[in-house]
């Protein structure tokens, strides 16, 4: 007769499990829906800021760069600083940079906000998955995780549609300050439920995180601005391609001989975490992509009102949902079954 799984218990134990998994989900969907929202408006930013095409793509570029950069540094401080206290400071760094966004005069002070929003936003998200783990029993985290994305999946549906209408009822400015309230709820809930954790003392390995944000960085310039300048025709996309090859190597060879590297590449051994970056690479080309370039393809070449392309582009997260779903149950059945 086939025995029953033990129940096992999560490694952290909360007072008030569904509002803090609102809560996380909360400063989830206001970092996605600042990744989704503000690519509507960008036409209209243009104008306001007195910005070319190209140059008011620097808004993207400048919070994907931040983002990329500061992902890999998540781990190392939320064991320095533990888990609760990074993610109500990232939160409140993302609510304040919305804030310095939506008032910006000029494209300067908007890539600077647009910078401290990427470096707080980009903590959101591991974290909160991080929580999600630690509070939930093994055979529930599948389930867990697909109600934590259900929920999530809100931002890439309403997002562009909710930009195109605020720009086009109110300013484009609302884009960024529709986070405030959100961010202001999300840090409430969380200094409420959010519990603390073990901090940890840990080397932190300055030269590894260096080469790894030059290449990164360096990546995303090149991918940016190569169109424009006419790709390998430029001594700029040279330049960057360089230093894209020499940081990426530095620091593959720097992680693979130090003694405590800035990212641990043994991690890749593990067949399924190699599987899933690769599918998670592959989703965030083609998500991505198709959210910073539809957008002024349909307001700009094709004519259409900023609030019907962004209904246009909304039913893409609706897909997303219905897998959430169709997961979810998977993953449960797989860890009953197991």
């Given at each position: 007769?086939?025995?029953?799984?033990?129940?096992?218990?999560?490694?952290?134990?909360?007072?008030?499990?569904?509002?803090?998994?609102?809560?996380?989900m909360?400063?989830?969907?206001?970092?996605?829906?600042?990744?989704?929202?503000?690519?509507?408006?960008?036409?209209?930013?243009?104008?306001?800021?007195?910005?070319?095409?190209?140059?008011i793509?620097?808004?993207?570029?400048s919070?994907?760069?931040?983002?990329?950069?500061?992902?890999?540094?998540?781990?190392?401080?939320?064991?320095?600083?533990?888990?609760?206290?990074?993610?109500?400071?990232?939160?409140?760094?993302?609510?304040?940079?919305?804030?310095?966004?939506?008032?910006?005069?000029s494209?300067?002070?908007?890539?600077?906000?647009?910078?401290?929003?990427g470096?707080?936003?980009?903590?959101?998200?591991?974290?909160?998955?991080?929580?999600?783990?630690?509070?939930?029993?093994?055979?529930?985290?599948?389930?867990?995780?697909a109600?934590?994305?259900?929920?999530?999946?809100v931002?890439?549906?309403?997002?562009?549609?909710?930009?195109?209408?605020?720009?086009?009822?109110?300013?484009?400015?609302?884009?960024?300050?529709?986070?405030?309230?959100?961010g202001?709820?999300?840090?409430?809930?969380?200094v409420?439920?959010?519990?603390?954790?073990?901090?940890?003392?840990?080397?932190?390995?300055?030269?590894?995180?260096?080469?790894?944000?030059?290449?990164?960085?360096?990546?995303?310039?090149?991918?940016?601005?190569?169109?424009?300048?006419?790709?390998?025709?430029?001594?700029?996309?040279?330049?960057?391609?360089?230093?894209?090859?020499?940081?990426?190597?530095?620091?593959?060879?720097?992680?693979?001989?130090?003694?405590?590297?800035?990212?641990?590449?043994?991690?890749?051994?593990?067949?399924?975490?190699?599987?899933?970056?690769?599918?998670?690479?592959?989703?965030?080309?083609?998500?991505?992509?198709?959210?910073?370039?539809?957008?002024?393809?349909?307001?700009?070449l094709?004519?259409?009102?900023?609030?019907?392309s962004?209904?246009?582009?909304?039913?893409?997260?609706?897909?997303?949902?219905?897998?959430?779903?169709?997961?979810?149950?998977?993953?449960?059945?797989?860890?009953?079954?197991?």
């Amino acid at each position: 007769m086939a025995q029953t799984p033990a129940y096992s218990a999560p490694a952290v134990v909360v007072k008030h499990k569904g509002l803090l998994t609102v809560a996380l989900m909360l400063g989830t969907i206001m970092q996605v829906l600042d990744t989704t929202i503000a690519n509507v408006a960008l036409p209209h930013m243009a104008a306001s800021l007195g910005a070319a095409q190209d140059e008011i793509n620097w808004v993207l570029t400048s919070y994907i760069v931040a983002a990329a950069i500061a992902t890999p540094l998540t781990g190392w401080m939320s064991d320095r600083l533990g888990q609760r206290q990074l993610f109500i400071f990232a939160v409140i760094g993302f609510t304040v940079a919305s804030a310095l966004c939506g008032i910006s005069t000029s494209l300067p002070e908007m890539v600077i906000f647009r910078v401290l929003q990427g470096l707080c936003g980009a903590m959101i998200a591991p974290l909160a998955q991080t929580v999600l783990l630690n509070i939930n029993p093994r055979e529930r985290i599948g389930q867990a995780m697909a109600i934590y994305g259900m929920g999530i999946m809100v931002a890439p549906i309403i997002g562009p549609t909710l930009g195109g209408w605020l720009t086009e009822s109110f300013d484009w400015r609302w884009v960024f300050l529709v986070n405030v309230p959100v961010g202001v709820l999300c840090v409430a809930m969380l200094v409420l439920y959010m519990p603390n954790t073990a901090i940890k003392i840990r080397r932190f390995d300055f030269f590894g995180f260096f080469m790894l944000a030059l290449g990164v960085g360096s990546l995303q310039l090149m991918l940016d601005r190569g169109s424009g300048n006419d790709w390998f025709s430029a001594p700029e996309t040279w330049i960057e391609l360089g230093l894209v090859i020499s940081g990426i190597w530095v620091f593959i060879v720097h992680s693979v001989t130090a003694e405590s590297p800035f990212v641990d590449l043994r991690i890749f051994r593990d067949f399924n975490f190699t599987l899933a970056s690769v599918f998670m690479l592959m989703v965030g080309i083609t998500l991505f992509s198709g959210l910073a370039l539809l957008p002024p393809l349909l307001q700009n070449l094709m004519g259409y009102p900023v609030i019907l392309s962004g209904l246009l582009i909304a039913p893409r997260g609706i897909a997303t949902m219905l897998s959430m779903v169709i997961v979810g149950a998977s993953a449960a059945r797989s860890m009953r079954a197991s």
